[in-house]
C-alpha cells in the first residue's frame, strides 16, 4: 500500500484539519499515555478522533494545564470528539513487560478500542506501539503541538488522575492524592515508613531497593 501521508507534514510544527484532509486522509486519531514517571499505579493511554466541525479551543499538552483546566477539557472532549477511548496497563503489566512496553500497549488498546477505525494514528514520543491494525506516525513532543495528540494527552492524564484519588481512599497513607504516585519526597518517606503496597511498581527503582533490603525479590 502507497503511503500518501508524508512524514514532512507530521514533523511540521502544527498539523492543522486541512493539512490532514489534503493528504486523503479524514480520520486521524491522536494517542498518548499518562504515568510513566510514577512509581505506583497503573499507567493510562487514550486515543482521539476530533471533529472539526466542533473545535475545542486550548487544547495543549495536559501537563500545562491546571487540574481544574484539564477536568474542563476532558468533558468537551468526550462530547464533542467523534469517537475516543481510555485503556491502562495494570502494575503488574508494568513490572512484566517494562513501562515502555506497557505504555506501548496501553497506546494500543486505546486506539484498537475506539469506536470508529481511524485510518491514521498520531503517537506522542519517538515510537509506535506494534502490531497496530492502522497506519501510524510518532510525533515527539506531539502533546503540546498536534491538537488531537493533546487531547489524547488530556483524556489520559484525568482517568488516570481519577484511578489514583480511588488507590487513595484505599492506602491513604501514601498520599496518592497529593502526588498521584510520581516519587516525591513526600512519597518516598511514607513508602519507606509503611513499606510497598500492591499497588507500587516493583521493578522501579525507589521500590526495589526496599524489597531487596527486605530479603524480597521483584
Given at each position: 500500500m502507497?503511503?500518501?501521508?508524508?512524514?514532512?507534514?507530521?514533523?511540521?510544527?502544527?498539523l492543522?484539519?486541512?493539512?490532514?484532509?489534503?493528504?486523503?486522509?479524514?480520520?486521524?486519531?491522536?494517542?498518548?499515555?499518562?504515568?510513566?514517571?510514577?512509581?505506583?499505579?497503573?499507567?493510562?493511554?487514550?486515543?482521539?478522533?476530533?471533529?472539526?466541525?466542533?473545535?475545542?479551543?486550548?487544547?495543549?499538552?495536559?501537563?500545562?494545564?491546571?487540574?481544574?483546566?484539564?477536568?474542563?477539557?476532558?468533558?468537551?472532549?468526550k462530547?464533542?470528539?467523534?469517537?475516543?477511548?481510555?485503556?491502562?496497563?495494570?502494575?503488574?503489566?508494568?513490572?512484566?513487560?517494562?513501562?515502555?512496553?506497557?505504555?506501548?500497549?496501553?497506546?494500543?488498546?486505546?486506539?484498537?478500542?475506539?469506536?470508529?477505525?481511524?485510518?491514521l494514528?498520531l503517537?506522542?514520543?519517538?515510537?509506535?506501539p506494534?502490531?497496530?491494525?492502522v497506519?501510524?506516525?510518532?510525533?515527539?513532543?506531539?502533546?503540546?503541538?498536534?491538537?488531537?495528540?493533546?487531547?489524547?494527552?488530556?483524556l489520559?492524564?484525568?482517568?488516570?488522575d481519577?484511578?489514583?484519588?480511588?488507590?487513595?481512599?484505599q492506602?491513604?497513607?501514601?498520599?496518592?492524592d497529593?502526588?498521584?504516585?510520581?516519587p516525591?519526597?513526600?512519597?518516598?518517606?511514607?513508602?519507606?515508613?509503611?513499606?510497598?503496597?500492591?499497588?507500587?511498581?516493583?521493578?522501579y527503582?525507589?521500590?526495589?531497593?526496599?524489597?531487596?533490603?527486605?530479603?524480597l525479590?521483584?
Amino acid at each position: 500500500m502507497t503511503d500518501t501521508f508524508q512524514d514532512k507534514r507530521v514533523s511540521s510544527l502544527q498539523l492543522s484539519f486541512e493539512d490532514v484532509f489534503s493528504s486523503g486522509i479524514s480520520l486521524v486519531c491522536g494517542a498518548d499515555e499518562a504515568g510513566r514517571g510514577p512509581i505506583a499505579g497503573p499507567v493510562f493511554a487514550a486515543a482521539v478522533i476530533l471533529d472539526p466541525d466542533h473545535p475545542i479551543d486550548g487544547l495543549k499538552d495536559s501537563k500545562k494545564l491546571s487540574e481544574n483546566r484539564r477536568d474542563e477539557l476532558a468533558q468537551l472532549i468526550k462530547e464533542k470528539a467523534k469517537a475516543w477511548s481510555i485503556a491502562q496497563c495494570s502494575v503488574a503489566e508494568i513490572d512484566e513487560l517494562n513501562i515502555l512496553w506497557a505504555s506501548m500497549l496501553a497506546m494500543k488498546r486505546a486506539i484498537e478500542r475506539l469506536s470508529i477505525k481511524p485510518e491514521l494514528a498520531l503517537i506522542d514520543g519517538n515510537r509506535c506501539p506494534k502490531e497496530l491494525s492502522v497506519r501510524a506516525r510518532a510525533i515527539v513532543k506531539g502533546d503540546d503541538r498536534i491538537p488531537v495528540i493533546s487531547a489524547a494527552s488530556i483524556l489520559a492524564k484525568t482517568a488516570r488522575d481519577a484511578i489514583m484519588m480511588e488507590l487513595h481512599s484505599q492506602y491513604p497513607e501514601y498520599g496518592f492524592d497529593r502526588h498521584k504516585g510520581y516519587p516525591t519526597a513526600f512519597h518516598l518517606a511514607q513508602l519507606e515508613k509503611f513499606g510497598v503496597s500492591p499497588v507500587h511498581r516493583k521493578t522501579y527503582a525507589p521500590v526495589r531497593k526496599i524489597l531487596e533490603r527486605n530479603g524480597l525479590t521483584v
